[in-house]
């Protein structure tokens, strides 16, 4: 069974293929509901801990700490590196394999992936495409650790360009070479991609990133709101235990998440982060005015692409004078749900924005797609850092690195000969 599982922040993603087409998992929760993701959460009590669901059900039982957005974590970690959960710290490794053999549980034992699941799960992985190596050697080597053969990594936005392909080309909707700008808001990161393709073959012109921004940002300041609202001191604020930060982002995001253009007013039920707390409502506009200088980031990053790469002055490329011509600006990723995000985006590229009709599962069906080799894509993409080693110099007094291949070095496709560097120390 070959698998594209995007790993995200908030959510695990998994699609599948299926005879040319590609079905995003359902998982069955402990209570019975169907969810098209599993939650990358993990629970401790003394020296037990439970991933997934379980620990989504945890947070319901006395004793238990629900820890969310580990991935988080990844951006500075390495191997060794311990994460603080309650009481334990646990290596990053181990908190990873530990989390992937409960995804491989629950898409063994209550999903809707289909039957005859008894050979191997062949995975094509998803990361962000400013990850840097202890992240993608973490996120691949967890996942061989837990029992699943790992076909690949591939860079998230570079996986919903190839949906977007997908969906044009069984939409017959492909005549020529397209340029599309990929923007990938998702719960813990932010990327963009340029994208050139066509019906076959996707070629990244250029990827940018802010490792550091996501939905849960946004969770943060509707939490901050409604601890102001209800005039929480700052004593109490530094109070809050694991459990209860946990409980206070949750009921933000489940706020969050139900917001709708015609929205007027937010209620965060603060009673159920601590007994006693009240109810708070907050005006739509004192959040969105919170949250625009975050969604202005990932536009300045944006029109740093565009402009790097010829369109003219970025957002407005018409393709006149010489300049490139945007078809489209793709957005993808849960963070983008909100609508004030698509509202900024559309007041700065007008009609070319395009928001994915599978929004949070659009980069797992990328992946699925680029497992399937009968697919036929050809994906043509490129160094997001510089890749070297890090090497001794003046007899052993310092450390310095030395680039073999500069960040844009575009990677070799199926049939191209490997990339070699050669060096003499």
Same mark, same amino acid.
């Given at each position: 069974?070959?698998?594209?599982?995007?790993?995200?922040?908030?959510?695990?993603?998994?699609?599948?293929?299926?005879?040319?087409?590609?079905?995003?998992?359902?998982?069955?929760?402990?209570?019975?509901?169907?969810?098209?993701?599993?939650?990358?959460?993990?629970?401790?009590?003394?020296?037990?801990?439970?991933?997934?669901?379980?620990?989504?059900?945890?947070?319901?039982?006395?004793?238990?700490?629900?820890?969310?957005?580990?991935?988080?974590?990844?951006?500075?970690?390495?191997?060794?590196?311990?994460?603080?959960?309650?009481?334990?710290?646990?290596?990053?490794?181990?908190?990873?394999?530990?989390?992937?053999?409960?995804?491989?549980?629950?898409?063994?034992?209550?999903?809707?992936?289909?039957?005859?699941?008894?050979?191997?799960?062949?995975?094509?992985?998803?990361?962000?495409?400013?990850?840097?190596?202890?992240?993608?050697?973490?996120?691949?080597?967890?996942?061989?650790?837990?029992?699943?053969?790992?076909?690949?990594?591939?860079?998230?936005?570079?996986?919903?360009?190839?949906?977007?392909?997908?969906?044009?080309?069984?939409?017959?909707?492909?005549?020529?070479?397209?340029?599309?700008?990929?923007?990938?808001? $998702? =719960?813990?990161? &932010? *990327?963009?991609? %340029?994208?050139? +393709?066509?019906?076959? @073959?996707?070629?990244?012109?250029?990827? #940018?990133?802010?490792?550091?921004? $996501? =939905?849960?940002? &946004? *969770?943060?300041? %509707?939490?901050? +709101?409604?601890?102001? @609202?209800?005039?929480?001191?700052?004593? #109490?604020?530094?109070?809050?235990?694991?459990?209860?930060? &946990?409980?206070?982002?949750?009921?933000?995001?489940?706020?969050? @998440?139900?917001?709708?253009?015609?929205?007027?007013?937010?209620?965060?039920?603060?009673?159920?982060?601590?007994?006693?707390?009240?109810?708070?409502?907050?005006?739509?506009?004192?959040?969105?005015?919170?949250?625009?200088?975050?969604?202005?980031?990932?536009?300045?990053?944006?029109?740093?692409?565009?402009?790097?790469?010829?369109?003219?002055?970025?957002?407005?490329?018409?393709?006149?004078?010489?300049?490139?011509?945007?078809?489209?600006?793709?957005?993808?990723?849960?963070?983008?749900?909100?609508?004030?995000?698509?509202?900024?985006?559309?007041?700065?590229?007008?009609?070319?924005?395009?928001?994915?009709?599978?929004?949070?599962?659009?980069?797992?069906?990328?992946?699925?797609?680029?497992?399937?080799?009968?697919?036929?894509?050809?994906?043509?993409?490129?160094?997001?850092?510089?890749?070297?080693?890090?090497?001794?110099?003046?007899?052993?007094?310092?450390?310095?690195?030395?680039?073999?291949?500069?960040?844009?070095?575009?990677?070799?496709?199926?049939?191209?000969?490997?990339?070699?560097?050669?060096?003499?120390?």
């Amino acid at each position: 069974m070959k698998l594209g599982i995007d790993f995200g922040t908030t959510r695990i993603v998994v699609a599948f293929v299926d005879r040319g087409n590609y079905p995003v998992v359902v998982f069955e929760a402990p209570d019975g509901n169907s969810f098209e993701w599993f939650p990358p959460l993990v629970a401790v009590k003394g020296e037990e801990r439970r991933y997934g669901w379980e620990a989504w059900a945890a947070q319901e039982q006395p004793g238990w700490t629900v820890v969310r957005s580990v991935k988080r974590a990844l951006d500075c970690a390495g191997p060794a590196t311990l994460i603080q959960l309650g009481e334990q710290r646990v290596p990053m490794l181990v908190l990873l394999r530990e989390l992937a053999l409960a995804l491989r549980k629950a898409l063994l034992e209550n999903s809707t992936l289909p039957a005859g699941r008894n050979g191997s799960l062949d995975v094509m992985l998803g990361v962000p495409a400013n990850a840097n190596s202890n992240q993608r050697f973490l996120t691949a080597e967890a996942f061989r650790q837990a029992d699943f053969n790992v076909l690949g990594i591939l860079n998230e936005p570079s996986a919903a360009s190839i949906e977007f392909g997908h969906h044009k080309r069984t939409s017959h909707q492909f005549s020529e070479k397209m340029r599309i700008l990929v923007y990938d808001f $998702g =719960g813990g990161t &932010f *990327d963009a991609s %340029l994208v050139e +393709l066509d019906a076959r @073959e996707h070629v990244v012109i250029s990827s #940018e990133g802010i490792p550091t921004l $996501g =939905g849960d940002d &946004f *969770d943060e300041v %509707l939490a901050g +709101l409604a601890l102001e @609202e209800a005039h929480i001191s700052v004593v #109490e604020q530094d109070s809050l235990t694991q459990a209860e930060m &946990f409980r206070l982002h949750e009921e933000c995001r489940q706020k969050k @998440e139900s917001l709708h253009p015609n929205t007027r007013r937010i209620v965060i039920d603060l009673n159920n982060v601590r007994s006693g707390w009240l109810q708070v409502t907050i005006a739509i506009n004192d959040f969105y005015d919170r949250c625009r200088p975050l969604v202005e980031e990932t536009l300045h990053a944006t029109e740093d692409l565009l402009a790097a790469h010829g369109f003219a002055e970025g957002s407005t490329a018409d393709g006149q004078g010489g300049e490139q011509r945007l078809e489209a600006l793709y957005m993808t990723g849960g963070g983008s749900e909100l609508p004030l995000v698509g509202r900024m985006l559309r007041e700065q590229f007008g009609r070319r924005v395009r928001r994915s009709a599978y929004t949070r599962a659009a980069t797992a069906i990328g992946l699925a797609i680029q497992a399937d080799a009968s697919a036929g894509y050809v994906l043509r993409d490129k160094f997001t850092r510089h890749f070297g080693v890090w090497r001794e110099a003046e007899a052993g007094r310092s450390i310095v690195f030395d680039p073999l291949f500069p960040k844009g070095t575009p990677l070799p496709g199926p049939s191209d000969p490997p990339l070699l560097n050669s060096r003499r120390y």
